[in-house]
C-alpha cells in the first residue's frame, strides 16, 4: 500500500530514527572526543558496578516476589473500588521521584514516623540510608508496576480454561499446577528484567538515600564525574558499561517475550472458585491492606507535611513550576513528534523500529545531556538553552515507554481497518487521519500524559545542566532540601505531586467520554 499511512510517515520516521540514534549512541561520540581517550576503570568505578548490579538485583526480585501473591489476590477477588486500587497502583511509577523520596523520609526518616513508633515502644530506630533505603524506593516505585505486568497476566488466562479446570474436580493447589504456574514462567522473567533494566539507571535515589560512596550507582558516578571532576575520560568509560549493561538487559527483555501458551477464549470474565476459604479471603485482604498502606503512606505524608509547608514557600517555586509545565509540554510535543511516526511505521512489521525503542534505556540521560551540551556549545550557549534541552532529553528517555503503548495501537487500527480504508480508496494523510489516528487516541493520549508526568518530576538532566537562575520544579525542591528547609520543601513536593498527578490525568482521561469506565 504505497499510499498508505507507511508513504507519509517514512519521511518523519526516519528523522526521529536519527534523532534518538544521535542523542543515544551519538551522544558518546563528542564525550569521548572531548576527553581525548578512555580511561582504565579504577576501584571505585568497578565497586560503583558492583552495587549498581547488587541494587537492581534485589529490587527486582523483592518487587517480583512481593507482587506474585498481591497479582494473585487482585486476580481472584471481586470487591467494592477494585478497579480504583488497580489504578493507583500506576501512581508511583508516574510520582516525581523527589517526591517520593520526602515522603519516604517522612514515613521511615530518622524522625519519620516509623522510627517514633519504635521510639516509644522502646525498640531502636531504622535508618533508611545505604542499600537497603535504595532497595526500599525502588521497591516503591517498581511494585506497582510489577504488580500491574503479572496481573495482566493472569487476565489472559482464557476464563474457559476455569471453567474446565472446575469441571474436572481441580483444588486450589491443581489450579496453581496446570494454569497458574506456566503463566508465572512466561510473566516473571520478563517483569524482572523490566524492573532491574529501570533500576539499573538509579540517579535520584541514590543521590538522596545513598548514604556515602559505598551506595554509588553508575549513573550517580557519572553525575560526578561531570559536575565536580569534570572527569570526561572516566565519565566516558562509566557511560559505556552502563549503556553495555543496559542494552544486554534491554535485549533480554526483548527476548523473553512469549506468546500466551493458553490459546484463545470469547473474552468472558474470570469465574474464580479456588479461593472462597476465609483464609484465603483473609490472606488476600491483609496482603492488599499491606500493599495499600505501603504505596499510599508516604503520599499522605507528603500531603500532611505539603500542607503545612505551602505557607513557606518562596516566591521561585511558584516561577519554576511554571517552567516545569513549560518544559512538560514541549516534551509531549516532541515525543508525539518522534513516537507516532516511530510507531506508525513499526505497526507495518518492521521491528528495527523496537531495537531502536530500547536505546534510551541503555543510554544514560546525564551521558546524553552531556553529549548534546558539547555539540551544541560551539555554536551557542548551552545554558541558555538548558530547558529546551531538558525538553527534548525527557522526550527522548520516555519514548520506549511511549512505544509500548503505541506500537500495539498502530498493528490493532491497521490490522482492524487497513481493508476498510482500501475498499474506500482511503490513501496518504486522509487514510491516516480518519482511519488510524482516532483508533490510536486511548494509546496516544496515555503515551502524552506519561511523558508530562515523567517530564515534570526529572531531576537528572536538570539538576547537572540547569540554569540556576532558571531552575525547574525538582531542582528547587532538592534546593530546598539541601539548604534543611524542610518545610518549605515538602510544600514545595506537594506542589509538585498535584502539577505531575493532574497534567497526567487531564492528559489522559481528562477529555475522555468515557473516562469513569
Known amino acids: ?21 544521535a542523542l543515544t549512541a551519538g551522544a558518546l561520540v563528542p564525550v569521548i572526543w572531548r576527553a581525548g581517550g578512555l580511561s582504565g576503570p579504577t576501584p571505585a568505578d568497578w565497586a560503583a558496578l558492583r552495587f549498581t548490579l547488587l541494587q537492581a538485583a534485589l529490587s527486582a526480585v523483592v518487587s517480583v516476589v512481593l507482587a ?5 489476590a487482585l486476580a481472584r477477588r471481586r470487591f467494592p473500588g477494585r478497579g480504583l486500587l488497580i489504578a493507583a497502583l500506576g501512581a508511583p511509577f508516574i510520582l516525581p521521584v523527589i517526591v517520593a523520596v520526602i515522603g519516604l523520609l517522612t514515613v521511615f526518616g530518622r524522625g519519620g514516623w516509623v522510627n517514633a513508633g519504635l521510639t516509644a515502644l522502646g525498640l531502636p530506630g531504622v535508618s533508611i540510608y545505604g542499600l537497603h533505603g535504595v532497595v526500599l524506593a525502588h521497591v516503591f516505585f517498581n511494585l506497582p508496576l510489577a504488580i500491574r505486568l503479572i496481573v495482566q497476566g493472569w487476565q489472559a488466562i482464557p476464563a474457559e480454561r476455569f471453567r474446565l479446570a472446575a469441571s474436572l474436580g481441580f483444588v486450589p493447589r491443581d489450579v496453581a499446577r496446570v494454569l497458574e504456574r506456566p503463566m508465572l514462567s512466561e510473566v516473571m522473567p520478563a517483569t524482572f528484567v523490566a524492573v532491574f533494566l529501570i533500576c539499573l539507571s538509579s540517579f535520584a535515589v541514590a543521590l538522596t538515600l545513598g548514604g556515602g560512596p559505598r551506595a554509588t550507582t553508575l549513573e550517580l558516578a557519572i553525575y560526578q564525574s561531570f559536575r565536580f571532576d569534570f572527569d570526561l575520560a572516566r ?4 557511560a559505556l558499561v552502563q549503556c553495555a549493561v543496559c542494552l544486554a538487559a534491554a535485549m533480554a527483555a526483548l527476548a523473553m517475550r512469549k506468546p500466551a501458551a493458553f490459546g484463545a477464549g470469547l473474552d468472558r470474565a474470570q469465574d474464580r472458585w479456588d479461593g472462597p476459604q476465609a483464609w484465603r479471603k483473609a490472606a488476600d ?26 505557607a513557606d514557600m518562596p516566591s521561585t517555586v511558584w516561577a519554576a513550576g511554571g517552567r516545569s509545565l513549560m518544559v512538560a509540554a514541549a516534551a509531549v510535543t516532541l515525543l508525539l513528534a518522534m513516537a507516532l511516526p516511530l510507531s506508525l511505521v513499526a505497526g507495518r512489521g518492521e521491528r528495527a ?3 531502536l525503542g530500547v536505546l534510551p534505556l541503555a543510554i544514560s540521560p546525564l551521558v546524553a545531556g552531556t553529549g548534546l551540551f558539547l555539540a551544541i556549545r560551539p555554536w551557542a550557549d548551552p545554558v541558555s538553552l538548558s530547558l529546551a534541552m531538558t525538553a527534548l532529553l525527557n522526550a527522548t528517555m520516555a519514548l520506549p515507554f511511549a512505544l509500548r503503548a503505541l506500537i500495539p495501537a498502530a498493528r490493532l487500527a491497521a490490522h482492524d481497518y487497513g481493508r476498510l480504508a482500501d475498499s474506500l480508496a482511503m490513501t496518504g494523510w486522509a487514510r491516516l487521519r480518519l482511519a488510524i489516528l482516532p483508533r490510536m487516541t486511548r494509546a496516544i493520549r496515555f503515551s502524552a500524559g506519561l511523558t508530562a508526568a515523567l517530564s515534570m518530576g526529572d531531576l537528572g538532566v536538570a539538576a547537572l545542566f540547569g540554569d540556576p537562575e532558571r531552575a525547574t520544579l525538582p531542582v528547587e525542591v532538592f534546593r530546598l532540601m539541601g539548604a534543611y528547609r524542610m518545610e518549605a520543601a515538602s510544600g514545595a513536593a506537594l506542589l509538585l505531586l498535584g502539577l505531575s498527578l493532574g497534567v497526567f490525568w487531564v492528559i489522559d482521561r481528562g477529555g475522555r467520554p468515557d473516562a469513569a469506565v
Open 285 to 310: 485482604a491483609a496482603l492488599l491492606v499491606l500493599v495499600s498502606g505501603f504505596l499510599l503512606l508516604p503520599l499522605a505524608a507528603v500531603t500532611v507535611a505539603g500542607l503545612a509547608g505551602l
Open 1 to 21: 500500500m504505497a499510499g498508505g499511512p507507511f508513504a507519509v510517515t517514512r519521511l518523519p520516521a526516519m528523522i526521529a530514527g536519527l534523532t534518538v540514534l
Open 353 to 355: 523500529v523496537e531495537v
Open 235 to 238: 565519565a566516558s568509560v562509566l
Open 68 to 72: 506474585v501473591p498481591v497479582a494473585r
